[in-house]
DNA sequence: TTGAAAGCGCTAACAC
DNA sequence: GTGTTAGCGCTTTCAA
C-alpha cells in the first residue's frame, strides 16, 4: 500500500498525504478535517512507509555504519551495544561489519555501506585505512573514529591515552617491587599498540630495567600463542610479572601459565579488562576503557557533525582507569 | 553523479548504461564497442550506483535484517560474528539490533526493518513476540527464527534440544556421585529455559534426588545475583553441585563461590561454553552449543528461503556437546 | 543494437 | 487549504 493509492482512495493529492503522515500538517495549512480522515485510513490499513522511497527522496537513510573489528570480542561487543543503545535515542540504526582486522574486508565494507548512503560511519580503523577514511572524508560523509587513530589524517576522534595508561600500569608494577617485567603483546603497527609499547618501554628504561618482549601473532581459535607464551615462560624463568598489551592476549597468557609444568608466581597486568580477571586466581589488574563512556561520547560527536556537517572536528581522550586486583606483591 | 549523466556524457541511453553496468551487456545486446566505452568511463569516474535508489527499483535491499538479545554477549556476538562472514559470502550485509530482552525494543526494531524493506530476517525472538513474527510471516519475508522457539508458530528454526542436553549433563553428575544437585536458572517463560528445566527435573526425579532450584532475576552489570546465590549457598549447605541454566549466570555463581566464607567444594556445570570456564579452579563442565554450526544453519537457511520463498519450512536441531572439564569427583 | 518511457514510493517547491 | 509536478537514481519492457 502507498502514498498514492491512499491519496487516490481519500480523493486527495500524494503531497496532502505525505505532508500529514510526516506531521506537517499544520505548516502545510491541511484542513484538520482531512488531516483526521487520513490519519485514521492510515490507522485502519496500518499503512507504513516505505523508508527506502523515502531515503531516496530526502538522501537521508537513519542508518549508521559501524565497523569494528570484531564484534564477536569483549571489547568490541559490548561497545556495539551501548552504540547501539545511543544511536536508538536519536532514531538511527546500525549497519555493522566485522573486518577481523583484514584491509580487503575493510575497504569493501566501507564502499558496500557508502553504496547504500548511510548518514553516518563509525570506524575503529585497520592498520592502513587511510584510503578508505580519504574516501569518507571526500564524500562529506560524518565520521567518528574510534579506538585507534590514524596518523597523518584529522578525524573526529574517541580514544584513550594509550601511552600515559600503559605507562602508568608498568610502573605500578613496578612500585609494587617486579624487577623482570616482561611485555607480551601482538606485532601489530596499530598505533595503540604502539603507543601502549612506548608506554611500557619508557617506564622501564627509566626505571633502568631490562625490557623483557614477546611478540607472537594471535589467530583466533588457536592454542598456539598460549604454547608460544608457555614456551617463552620457561625461557625466562626471571621474568616476575607480565603485563599483555590487550585482554584476549592474557587470556592466552593465562592458559599458558596455568599449564606450565613449573609453576611459579607472577604479577599480571593487562590493557583492557575482561569478565575473567576477577575470577581467575591469581587475579588480574589492568588499565580499563570506560566502554559505556566511548560510546557515549561517539554517538555524541557523530550526531552532532549530523546535525551540522560544518561542525569543527573533535577529539576526545577519555582517561581509563588501572583497576587494582589482589595479585600483587 | 549518476547513470544519466553517464549516459548524457557518452551520448547514449540509461538503460544502455544500466544494462552494461549490471553485466548484461551480452543479453541487452549491446555492442561489445559501447559497452567498453562505457566500463572506461566508469572506471575513470569512479562511479558507484545508488544501491538505494537500485533497491527501490528492484524491491531488494541486500540486507538482512538481525535480532538478537545481547550482542555484546558470549554467545549472540560470536554468532553475529559467524553470520555476518556466513552472509558475506552472499553479498548481504547485516542490520542489527539487541532487544535487551524487551518487547517494545523488540517490536519497533521488527517494524524499522521491515520499512527498510530487509531482504530477510534472523531472530532470536524475546517471550512474547509471537505478534511481531505473524507479521513478518504475513509480509512474506524470509525469516530464520535461532536459539527460541516460537510456540504456536511455525517457522525456519535452528535450536538446540535443550531438554536432552539438560537431562544428559545432570545425569552426568549424578554418575559422578553427586547427590544433592541444584539448578540455578533466571525466572524467564523463554522455552529453552523451560526446556532446561524440564531436563534437570526429570533426570533428578527419575534418580529419586532431592530438586533444590534457584531462580534469580539477572541484570546486567549488577552484583546483586552474586549475592543472591550467595546466601542461597549458604542456606543449602548439602548442595554438593551446581547446575547453572545459562553462562552468565554461571559467571554470576563462580562469583559467589569466590566470595563464599566456608569454602567449599561442589561440582558445575552450566549450559553454554564461556572462555572462563577452563581457566577457573575448579574448572567448569557445560554443555556447549557449536555457535559457528549454528550461524552456518542459519544462514543456510536463509539463503533457501530467499532464493525461492515457496520452499518449505525448515527446522534444524544441532546436538550440543557435553563439555566435561576436571572439576569433577 | 539501442533508446524512450514508465515506474519503484516518497518529498517539496510552487501554483491554484 | 490543496493539487500539480518534477525530481531522487535505478530497472525493465517495449518499440524502433
Redesign the pocket.
Known amino acids: 500500500m502507498?502514498?498514492?493509492e491512499i491519496?487516490k482512495h481519500l480523493?486527495?493529492?500524494?503531497?496532502?498525504v505525505?505532508?500529514v503522515?510526516?506531521g506537517k500538517a499544520e505548516q502545510?495549512?491541511?484542513?484538520k478535517?482531512?488531516?483526521k480522515r487520513i490519519l485514521d485510513y492510515i490507522d485502519e490499513i496500518g499503512?507504513?512507509?516505505?523508508a527506502?522511497?523515502?531515503s531516496?527522496?530526502?538522501?537521508k537513510s537513519r542508518t549508521i555504519g559501524l565497523i569494528v573489528e570484531n564484534i564477536g570480542d569483549s571489547f568490541f561487543g559490548p561497545i556495539a551495544l551501548y552504540i547501539e543503545e545511543y544511536l536508538r535515542k536519536y532514531e538511527y540504526q546500525v549497519l555493522y561489519s566485522s573486518t577481523l582486522g583484514k584491509n580487503d574486508i575493510a575497504s569493501e565494507v566501507v564502499q558496500t555501506m557508502m553504496d547504500k548512503h548511510v548518514d553516518g560511519i563509525i570506524l575503529a580503523p585497520t592498520d592502513k585505512q587511510e584510503f578508505d577514511v580519504q574516501r569518507i572524508i571526500k564524500q562529506n560523509i560524518p565520521l567518528v573514529v574510534f579506538d585507534r587513530k590514524i596518523p597523518e589524517i584529522d578525524t573526529n576522534y574517541v580514544g584513550t591515552d594509550n601511552y600515559q595508561a600503559s605507562r602508568n600500569a608498568v610502573e605500578y608494577l613496578i612500585d609494587q617491587g617486579y624487577k623482570h617485567i616482561g611485555l607480551i603483546t601482538i606485532p601489530s603497527g596499530q598505533p595503540q599498540m604502539l603507543d601502549r609499547f612506548q608506554g611500557y618501554s619508557d617506564a622501564i628504561e627509566q626505571k633502568k630495567l631490562k625490557p623483557y618482549v614477546l611478540r607472537t601473532s594471535f589467530i583466533e581459535k588457536d592454542d598456539r600463542p598460549a604454547v608460544v607464551i608457555g614456551k617463552w615462560l620457561q625461557d625466562n624463568p626471571q621474568v616476575d610479572a607480565l603485563y599483555f598489551s590487550t585482554n584476549y592476549v592474557c587470556v592466552a597468557g593465562l592458559k599458558a601459565i596455568k599449564n606450565l609444568k613449573n609453576k611459579r608466581s607472577v604479577g599480571i597486568m593487562a590493557f583492557d579488562d575482561h569478565e575473567i580477571f576477577e575470577l581467575v586466581e591469581p587475579q588480574v589488574s589492568c588499565v580499563r576503557q570506560p566502554l559505556e563512556k566511548i560510546a557515549e561520547q561517539v554517538v555524541g560527536m557523530l550526531v552532532r557533525q549530523l546535525k551540522d556537517k560544518g561542525a569543527p572536528l573533535e577529539e576526545k581522550i577519555i582517561p581509563a582507569e588501572l583497576i587494582v586486583r589482589k595479585n600483587q606483591k
Chains 1, 2 share one sequence.
Do not use: D, E, F
Open positions: 502507498s502514498i498514492s491519496a480523493k486527495v493529492s500524494k503531497s496532502t505525505s505532508l503522515i510526516n502545510g495549512r491541511i484542513s478535517a482531512s488531516a499503512y507504513k512507509p516505505n527506502l522511497a523515502k531516496l527522496a530526502t538522501g
